[in-house]
């Protein structure tokens, strides 16, 4: 079968992270200081300071605004747990908001839901396409973006991170680039990233307060490294998949959306919606011996049972995510496209 996800390590990587063992300095180093000014330069920020992973990237930018006790947070909830446990690790009460047509934050509904308590919004650039960052930068609340779906993805010529207060990115085995885990956190405020990198380490301190081991080590950094310097080829094969995928939808006739587009998306994720139930276009793959996915398990409002959010459960209850990832063949992507085909078709009632 075609798996979901799939790596794409080669011998450079390998060699970085060899060399890394070889040298005996495995903890955080002067590795990470070199990933943490390569990362800011490549984002378009001033500064970037280097978490253990993505969630505690997250908490840490949380803490660093400021944000806590008694505090709102605005988030979507059509998003993984990671973002939602972030926002009660700093004991602030999380606001969910609806979607919109791209499956990232509505400004709209955002608007309904900010209050005097309010003290940010979390825009996820879910599935690596940029959220209305310009319209929710307008709503005067500041802007936390999370990028952990977004590296390599642009709006109106600038890097997905570099808009709001902070930005934060994960480098889990799936994400953009891998290092096994990893996660930073980007901003044009010395102060936010200085305060990051205090409670990202608890030791051989001055002063004693809550800190954490939240420090990446210089393996996930020398592998995150090499594998940033592919990141131009890595997007590039994903925008070139995508493309064949959305040939692949008109040829079967389907009136799918493929997930409305801002900007210039990374294609972390390939979202369609077919217009019936998930579960069947994931048997329909499964019988074509693809691997497809619902690409968020289930939506916060859910778990939390807050009211429902009709344009979150609609996405929740059909789209579906397919297979999309540089280290896919070209023979892969062509039997990914003619089950696209075969499915619409199905699905629509015409048999081939």
């Avoid at 929740?316 to 078709?345: F, M």
């Amino acid at each position: 079968p075609i798996p979901h996800s799939r790596l794409d390590i080669r011998a450079e990587d390998i060699e970085a992270v060899r060399r890394v063992v070889k040298s005996g300095q495995l903890a955080q180093g002067h590795g990470v200081e070199r990933l943490e000014g390569v990362f800011a330069q490549r984002v378009g920020t001033r500064y970037a300071a280097a978490t253990n992973s993505g969630t505690s990237a997250l908490h840490l930018a949380l803490m660093a605004l400021g944000i806590g006790d008694g505090d709102e947070v605005v988030l979507p909830s059509y998003v993984c747990t990671a973002v939602l446990n972030a926002v009660q690790y700093v004991r602030a009460a999380p606001v969910l908001a609806d979607i919109d047509e791209t499956y990232n934050l509505c400004p709209g509904d955002v608007t309904r839901r900010l209050s005097r308590r309010t003290k940010a919004v979390i825009a996820v650039h879910l599935f690596g396409v940029p959220a209305d960052v310009k319209a929710l930068a307008r709503l005067q609340a500041p802007i936390i973006e999370d990028c952990a779906h977004a590296l390599g993805a642009e709006l109106d010529g600038m890097a997905c991170g570099s808009f709001g207060k902070a930005g934060v990115f994960s480098f889990y085995a799936t994400k953009m680039i891998a290092a096994g885990e990893g996660g930073m956190v980007v901003s044009n405020s010395k102060r936010v990233v200085d305060e990051t990198k205090d409670l990202r380490t608890y030791d051989e301190r001055e002063d004693y307060r809550v800190r954490f081991n939240y420090k990446m080590t210089d393996m996930a950094a020398a592998l995150a490294l090499s594998q940033l310097s592919r990141l131009d080829a890595f997007v590039r094969r994903r925008r070139d998949i995508a493309k064949r995928y959305d040939d692949a939808l008109k040829d079967a006739g389907m009136t799918a959306r493929a997930g409305a587009r801002r900007g210039h998306p990374s294609f972390f994720r390939y979202v369609v919606d077919f217009g019936v139930a998930a579960s069947k276009v994931i048997r329909l793959f499964e019988r074509e011996d693809i691997c497809a996915r619902r690409p968020v398990y289930r939506p916060l409002h859910h778990y939390l049972r807050t009211a429902p959010m009709p344009a979150t459960d609609l996405a929740w209850q059909q789209a579906v995510s397919l297979p999309i990832y540089p280290s896919l063949t070209d023979q892969e992507v062509a039997r990914v496209c003619r089950a696209i085909i075969r499915v619409g078709r199905q699905i629509r009632g015409k048999q081939t």
